[in-house]
């Protein structure tokens, strides 16, 4: 055989030499054909393949990448049985070849109960736990339990078996003997280099304090909150590394585009001049997770017509003094018209209940003053705006279960705030003083504020957005600028930005997107709302706006356009009335 395999080559390059012209270019050929054969034969042999039959049953195979492999799955098969009652379960060998292996099971008698005793199991273990007699699987669900409650309490190594077994008919008794191992404690937290996260912020987030004994499962929990977090997500399980009965976390983080500059232009019919266009505006500047250590900086600016603008700044520390609890600010200053000034100022403490809900606490200054008081300056009666001065405290919380906190496809979110303060009535000296003649100038003033979303899926690019919100404020001295502000793209669309003035109201949002992209899609939307204005004629209003629109993101932000158009008493339903709004919300 060994002088064939010298001769055939040989023997077809002289065949070659005789027929082709070219007798190099044919050699190399028939190299790359022989290599080529010759690696396609290695990797078939490396297969090894396993076919096993347990009594008459017909026979199963199944191939693995090497002979090692091939071992291990045969122990896994023949524990497979063990773990059905088949305690004397056992392979034969029935024909073997370079690379097949043939065998057959023979199970033995079958142990159909267990009288089980706890034997040296702890007691922190044994709760809750019917011994007596258990079916075989029973006894491995039971095992699997023990273990897994003993990796969640810092004993990833404990180990289970069964001891002092005696055969009783048709069964067995045992007892089980429980081997601790060493305890395991938790060590810090380690992050991934190519991250800018802060790891002492990603440990007080995950909440995995160095010195407490090891877990499993609030490793798991670590993980579903990163994957929730604004900021970042996992990219993989983190690693873990024993060491000096202490386990260190590695967790390999991708951040996320968070920080937005988001802009808007907005084309309305202006009301001051007929047939002209008057252009409003929108700038958000939204500045995420700071040095890495979850600090949050806001910005936001509008203009609704010729007159008014709106500023509003918001910031945010995480976990300050390491500590569980975050604080913030927050400024906001509103211009209407030439009618009032409002200005407010608080301060929030913020803290994570569980990885979905959150609660706030809130102290809040307003302060209202007028900016004309020529129209006022025969006013027998306290007119709908005033100076005022009113401190807030209220409490706000919010349940988060939507799978993405920036592009959501599915889930459900809910915020409520609830507040209440005291509320001072200022004399302005640009009004008449008979006016404040029997005025209770310090009342108790109260808010409720709430608001939802759902995404729904029916098919992969065919889902649903249904959203809403609903406030109610409660004074004895009510004003105008004490009144909620909605209306516009953020609210009931096909209207100006803050349109409406309402003391109460509730409204909904429905919209049918399809998808072409992963946060891409075309849209068709109903707005509807009631709401409640005492210093209207018609205190009760019923406003509604359909339109469409379209979601279109680029390798860097989101381009949004919207047209809509609404129906209220003070607005008909017509196309000239209609109102346009693009922008571009770019994330980095």
Not at 152 to 165: E, H, M, Q, R, T
Not at 336 to 349: A, H, K, Y
């Amino acid at each position: 055989m060994e002088y064939e395999r010298r001769y055939r080559p040989n023997e077809f390059y002289y065949f070659a030499n005789i027929i082709n012209p070219f007798p190099s270019i044919m050699r190399q050929l028939y190299f790359l054909l022989f290599l080529s054969t010759f690696l396609s034969q290695k990797s078939l042999a490396q297969e090894q393949w396993l076919g096993w039959r347990v009594g008459e049953e017909s026979r199963l195979w199944k191939n693995y990448s090497s002979d090692e492999k091939r071992v291990i799955g045969l122990d896994s098969i023949v524990n497979h049985y063990k773990i059905e009652g088949y305690l004397a379960a056992f392979s034969r060998e029935e024909k073997r070849n370079s690379d097949s292996l043939w065998i057959s099971i023979d199970l033995g008698p079958a142990i159909e109960k267990v009288n089980l005793n706890s034997g040296n199991l702890p007691t922190n273990l044994v709760k809750n736990i019917n011994w007596g007699e258990k079916t075989f699987v029973e006894v491995g669900l039971l095992i699997d339990q023990i273990l897994q409650d003993s990796e969640n309490d810092g004993y990833p190594f404990a180990s289970v078996k069964l001891d002092s077994i005696s055969r009783t008919g048709s069964g067995i008794e045992a007892s089980l003997n429980y081997d601790y191992g060493p305890l395991i404690t938790w060590d810090s937290v380690k992050v991934d280099k190519q991250s800018k996260t802060s790891e002492k912020y990603l440990q007080n987030l995950v909440r995995i304090i160095p010195g407490t004994p090891f877990s499993e499962k609030q490793l798991r929990e670590a993980v579903k909150e990163i994957d929730r977090s604004p900021y970042f997500k996992s990219s993989g399980y983190p690693t873990l590394t024993f060491q000096f009965q202490k386990a260190q976390p590695t967790f390999q983080l991708l951040e996320r585009n968070a920080n937005v500059i988001d802009g808007i232009i907005g084309f309305l019919p202006n009301e001051n001049e007929p047939g002209k266009l008057l252009i409003t505006g929108q700038l958000d500047l939204q500045l995420y997770h700071l040095g890495g250590k979850g600090r949050d900086v806001q910005v936001s600016w509008q203009r609704f017509n010729e007159l008014t603008q709106s500023l509003a700044i918001n910031a945010k520390e995480a976990f300050i003094f390491n500590s569980p609890l975050d604080f913030g600010g927050n400024f906001s200053l509103l211009k209407q018209d030439s009618t009032f000034l409002r200005r407010d100022l608080g301060v929030i403490f913020g803290y994570r209940v569980s990885p979905n809900f959150y609660i706030n606490f809130l102290a809040n200054r307003v302060a209202s003053d007028l900016l004309a008081t020529f129209a006022y300056h025969e006013a027998e009666e306290l007119p709908e705006v005033a100076d005022y001065r009113w401190t807030e405290y209220g409490v706000s919380v919010q349940w988060n279960l939507l799978d993405d906190v920036i592009a959501p496809r599915r889930g459900f979110k809910l915020g409520v705030k609830a507040s209440a303060g005291n509320k001072r009535i200022l004399e302005n000296t640009g009004l008449p003083e008979e006016i404040y003649t029997g005025l209770d100038m310090n009342t108790p003033q109260y808010l409720l504020h709430l608001n939802w979303e759902k995404h729904v899926f029916f098919k992969p690019n065919w889902g649903m957005f249904l959203g809403g919100a609903g406030g109610w404020v409660q004074n004895e001295n009510l004003l105008l600028n004490d009144l909620f502000r909605i209306g516009g793209l953020k609210s009931i669309r096909g209207f100006n930005e803050n349109f409406f003035y309402a003391s109460s109201y509730a409204y909904f949002n429905v919209e049918q997107r399809l998808f072409f992209g992963e946060n891409s899609f075309l849209l068709v939307f109903l707005d509807g709302g009631i709401l409640e204005n005492p210093y209207f004629a018609n205190s009760k209003e019923r406003p509604f706006s359909l339109g469409a629109g379209l979601n279109f993101e680029t390798g860097s932000g989101v381009f949004r356009f919207i047209y809509g158009v609404g129906k209220s008493s003070q607005q008909p339903l017509t196309f000239s009335q209609s109102k346009i709004h693009f922008g571009y919300l770019a994330r980095f």
